[in-house]
Nanobody, 125 residues
Framework: QVRLVESGGGLVQAGGSRRLSCAAS????????MGWFRQAPGKEREFVAS????????YYSDSVKGRFTISRDNPKNTVYLQMNSLKPEDTAVYYC??????????????????WGVGTLVTVSS
């Protein structure tokens, strides 16, 4: 069974940092574009960041550009999201996402073949 499991969520004060991890099992990620999306209460799931199969191309939403950094460690089968200068509006469930069928970075929910279970990040003001 192929799984994506996020970790690293929790409560953090505004201005603080947090690093999320996404560990894949049952399949290697080394040929797949990977991404992070988030969903705040009452809102639709939105794109946060994505990375190509080798880590050479990354994309970010305007709302996190300059504050968040996506990276990957293919030998560890893990993707990361370093979040700095967190704001209350970053509060959401963060989902790891895999394209599987393409090595290019995903940009939309329709690009995603598999989602993780999500991890909640709460930023207090």
């Amino acid at each position: 069974q192929v799984r994506l499991v996020e970790s690293g969520g929790g409560l953090v004060q505004a201005g603080g940092s947090r690093r999320l991890s996404c560990a894949a099992s049952g399949r290697t990620i080394d040929s797949s574009g990977m991404g992070w999306f988030r969903q705040a209460p009452g809102k639709e799931r939105e794109f946060v960041a994505s990375i190509d199969w080798i880590g050479g191309v990354t994309y970010y939403s305007d709302s996190v550009k300059g504050r968040f950094t996506i990276s990957r460690d293919n030998p560890k089968n893990t993707v990361y999201l370093q979040m700095n200068s967190l704001k209350p509006e970053d509060t959401a469930v963060y989902y790891c996402a895999a394209r599987w069928v393409s090595s290019a970075p995903p940009r939309r929910p329709d690009d995603i073949k598999q989602w993780g279970v999500g991890t909640l990040v709460t930023v207090s003001s």
